[in-house]
């Protein structure tokens, strides 16, 4: 098992950086896929960051792995294999990386994840750090989440291996969290009970239901989901506004 610093020299060579052309520290958001691994909406989202003038990073959590997008999908996505508690070490170790670059601002940092991207995020912000193994890492009480002052979560994965879903989280920044109406995993009151407990803590949440499907912004009809291009776009909009609100840059 990896310490927080050796899982980030794992997963460094395998994430994209995206963002203004200049060295200036600017405030960053780190993204985490889905269990489909990545897919290729989530560099629009990098873009629409850039352009209200924020840094990206988009963790890639398989390929450190070895882990195929044909075995993610039989494995991951069934809860067989890196359940969102396991993933949760990558979320630390990427705030340690992305914090110690020049052309960062620790103190202004974001989140955001979709699907099991999100599961792992909110259990990175809600386990017990003493408990041994926590997080998948040796280390994870020495991990510093007081840099990172929002969060989006996308469809989160909040169903049955989720069983950290209501445990209160230990860090609460402000969040965005997006429910697809008619998504296949979980129901909008399911989500809405887990919107309150994060609430409860004394957060800002902002809770959008989209009329649509369980990753409606992927380019994808496999199954249950379906794209949605006019969906997609309010989503990115969104997604760039939560951000410029979090930490407006000139």
Not at 81 to 104: T, W
Not at 109 to 135: F, K, N, T, V
Request: proline share 7%; net charge neutral.
């Amino acid at each position: 098992m990896d310490d927080i610093a050796s899982l980030w020299r794992r997963l460094e060579p395998h994430v994209q950086v995206y963002g203004p052309a200049d060295d200036r520290p600017r405030p960053a958001v780190i993204l985490f896929h889905g269990c489909g691994g990545l897919r290729s909406h989530l560099p629009r989202y990098a873009e629409a960051a850039t352009a209200v003038g924020w840094r990206t990073f988009v963790v890639d959590s398989y390929a450190p792995r070895g882990i195929s997008r044909a075995v993610a999908l039989t494995t991951v996505c069934t809860g067989l294999k890196l359940r969102g508690h396991e993933r949760g070490g990558d979320v630390l170790a990427a705030i340690h990386g992305v914090s110690q670059r020049p052309d960062v601002d620790a103190g202004r940092l974001a989140l955001a994840g979709w699907s099991h991207g999100g599961w792992a995020i909110m259990e990175a912000l809600s386990a017990d750090p003493a408990r041994p193994g926590a997080l998948g890492v040796t280390d994870a009480a020495s991990g510093d989440l007081s840099g990172v002052k929002a969060v989006w979560l996308a469809y989160p994965y909040i169903g049955p291996w989720a069983f950290n879903r209501m445990r209160p989280w230990r860090h609460c920044p402000r969040l965005l969290a997006v429910t697809a109406r008619k998504d296949h995993l979980t129901t909008v009151r399911n989500a809405e009970r887990v919107n309150a407990m994060i609430q409860g803590c004394g957060v800002t949440v902002e809770h959008w239901i989209a009329d649509g499907t369980h990753a409606f912004d992927e380019p994808t009809n496999n199954g249950p989901m379906r794209h949605n291009p006019d969906l997609t776009l309010e989503a990115l909009d969104r997604f760039a506004r939560f951000l410029q609100d979090t930490a407006p840059t000139p």
